[in-house]
């Protein structure tokens, strides 16, 4: 990947692992201010908030970034952190809401138990150029029967990168799934995103 600004349009532009992890190690400092608070990112509330419609924990956040879902938790949650970048993990445990860092890399095989977690939340790490459906064989390894997920994927990204043949295929160990189409930004971003579109997929491992 070429050298780029930290940005939307290059996180959009990542094709591999170490490109994740030096664009956000850049940008782990100035991501809240340059991207989530200047672009009315949203996604982050939108998810704690049907997480918090049906709570259970303990709780991972995966790709937690700087820890903008984690703010948004009910109080108490029992929450971790799960996010490639070492930067950006920084900053999220710095705001006093997660139990746990872990540094993980999802297209790979990930050191933690079967059935650990009784929820698992995620706004902005299955979106373009970043992890694609495979990734939830290990999600769903690493939740308990019964645990609750709330994904967000973003709405293009969910035909194009064959979500919609993985969720067929994961019908059978998985119950009430049901699939909402949010705005991904609020009225403060930019024209070129305005009706960016996330959908986020509510179900339950059986």
């Keep these: 990947m070429p050298d780029k600004d930290p940005s939307l349009e290059a996180a959009y532009a990542l094709e591999t692992p170490d490109d994740n992890r030096k664009l956000y190690a850049d940008w782990a400092q100035t991501y809240d201010a340059t991207f989530a608070q200047a672009m009315d990112y949203r996604m982050p509330q939108i998810i704690a908030d049907i997480y918090a419609e049906d709570p259970m924990g303990p709780v991972l956040d995966v790709g937690a970034g700087t820890g903008l879902v984690g703010q948004h938790m009910p109080r108490g949650a029992a929450v971790d952190a799960l996010d490639i970048s070492a930067e950006m993990l920084a900053v999220a445990m710095g705001r006093g809401v997660y139990r746990e860092a872990l540094r993980c890399d999802l297209t790979q095989p990930l050191s933690i138990k079967d059935g650990a977690y009784k929820a698992i939340v995620s706004a902005g790490t299955f979106t373009h150029g ?11 390894r690493i939740a308990q029967s019964g645990a609750r997920f709330v994904i967000g994927i973003n709405a293009a990204h969910f035909e194009a990168r064959g979500f919609a043949t993985k969720f067929a295929m994961l019908e059978p160990h998985i119950s009430d799934l049901d699939l909402r189409d949010v705005d991904i930004y609020g009225a403060g971003v930019d024209a070129a995103h305005r009706g960016d579109q996330a959908r986020v997929a509510v179900f339950r491992k059986v």
């Design 130 to 140: 970043h992890v694609g459906p495979e990734a939830l064989e290990e999600l769903m």
